[in-house]
């Protein structure tokens, strides 16, 4: 799976991800004063924030009391502050999409208040009060996904009508059923949960071993395609990670994916999956994991929480993750990048510094991997006693 060339570019064609202002699933709330936007989103936040990672937007007010921040006063362009129960950051200057982006990457909501700031979808509220300053937002209604009535209202503006073609298909509630406005909020982020795709790492050079692991018949079958045909079972969309001297020699059957990030092993393997797909997550297995089993694949796919950068087992010799049978989530790319850009490539130092999902295998020896030929002996004949017994 390679990016078609065509006519000379001054910049690399690159897939992006579907990112709004602020991320990927973003919803503006406008239509009514800011202090009922403001406690509608709090209504969704506590209702939603046990599952998820909730982030709210808005705007100070000229009414409202600032703190000066000394440093900030006195020059100083950044302030972190840590203070129970979370952390505070003063910035100087203004954030821009970019920035912002960045910022919110873990949310796996934002809510926005649109009176502010605009978002990729909308919530909009019919309240008479904020007619005018809607009518005149009217250009940023380009995704409408619910409509609210607030008290005493019963009739969409004319105007919204107009505007939007398809007004009548667009599901309507009333403001004050918060439990209906939560469920809304709550599908949404079922249909915002990313596809699965799978990746068998099969691009190390195996210098350990003396000879391609992925090549190696565990199973009756090279186990770069055992693996691959396990992954099967959870998404059509499996590729065999390599080097690309290597794809020649993966059988035409199945789909490869070359390294683009080369030189950084796993790391670049998992890079050069988002590179080309970075809306998807990724269930990446190495390819040298003999013992691995479709029961403690069936549990990390079952246990998985998108709402992690990772899904990942505990390995129970070092009690690190192990960051080589991971589901890594599509928030995870800006942040391995961000490892990669302070010199480090090691994905197992991403999983212990980031928020995941860090589960204990149900067979923790489905997670030896070999590396060396008296490895390959041992677990040899752990697969032969179990044939004997089966």
């Given at each position: ?87 505070q950051l003063n910035y100087s200057g203004e954030f821009n999409n970019f920035q912002n982006r ?289």
């Amino acid at each position: 799976m390679t990016l078609k060339e065509g006519k000379h570019k001054k910049h690399t064609a690159l897939i992006r991800p579907d990112l709004g202002q602020f991320g990927r699933n973003e919803w503006a709330i406008v239509g009514a004063p800011c202090d009922d936007i403001k406690a509608l989103a709090a209504q969704v936040i506590t209702a939603l924030s046990a599952n998820a990672k909730i982030a709210y937007v808005d705007a100070r007010h000229r009414d409202e009391p600032a703190h000066a921040s000394a440093p900030l006063t006195a020059g100083a362009d950044l302030e972190y502050i840590t203070k129970p129960g979370g952390q505070q950051l003063n910035y100087s200057g203004e954030f821009n999409n970019f920035q912002n982006r960045i910022l919110f990457n873990n949310a796996d909501l934002i809510l926005i208040n649109g009176n502010h700031h605009p978002g990729k979808k909308q919530v909009v509220i019919i309240d008479s009060r904020k007619k005018a300053s809607l009518q005149k937002r009217v250009g940023q209604l380009t995704n409408i996904g619910l409509i609210l009535f607030a008290e005493g209202e019963t009739e969409i503006f004319d105007f919204i009508k107009g505007a939007i073609p398809n007004w009548q298909a667009i599901p309507v509630e009333n403001l004050k059923e918060t439990e209906k406005i939560a469920k809304f909020f709550q599908n949404e982020l079922k249909n915002a949960k990313p596809e699965l795709y799978g990746l068998v790492l099969a691009g190390g050079k195996s210098e350990r071993m003396g000879k391609d692991k992925g090549s190696i018949n565990w199973h009756g079958k090279d186990q770069r395609y055992y693996i691959a045909d396990l992954l099967k079972s959870y998404t059509d969309s499996v590729y065999i990670s390599c080097r690309a001297d290597q794809q020649q020699e993966v059988d035409p059957l199945y789909q490869t994916l070359p390294d683009t990030f080369t030189g950084m092993g796993p790391f670049g393997a998992i890079l050069s999956a988002f590179r080309e797909q970075p809306e998807k997550a990724w269930l990446v297995v190495a390819c040298d994991l003999p013992l691995l089993d479709k029961d403690t694949l069936d549990y990390l796919v079952n246990q998985r929480d998108t709402s992690a950068i990772a899904t990942a087992f505990k390995n129970s010799y070092d009690g690190f993750p192990e960051p080589l049978i991971t589901i890594w989530e599509p928030k995870s790319y800006p942040v391995l990048l961000s490892f990669l850009a302070q010199g480090y490539s090691c994905p197992r130092k991403v999983l212990i510094n980031s928020p995941i999902n860090i589960l204990q295998a149900p067979n923790p020896e489905a997670l030896t991997n070999v590396n060396t030929p008296e490895e390959k002996d041992r677990v040899q004949s752990i697969l032969q006693k179990r044939s004997i017994t089966a």
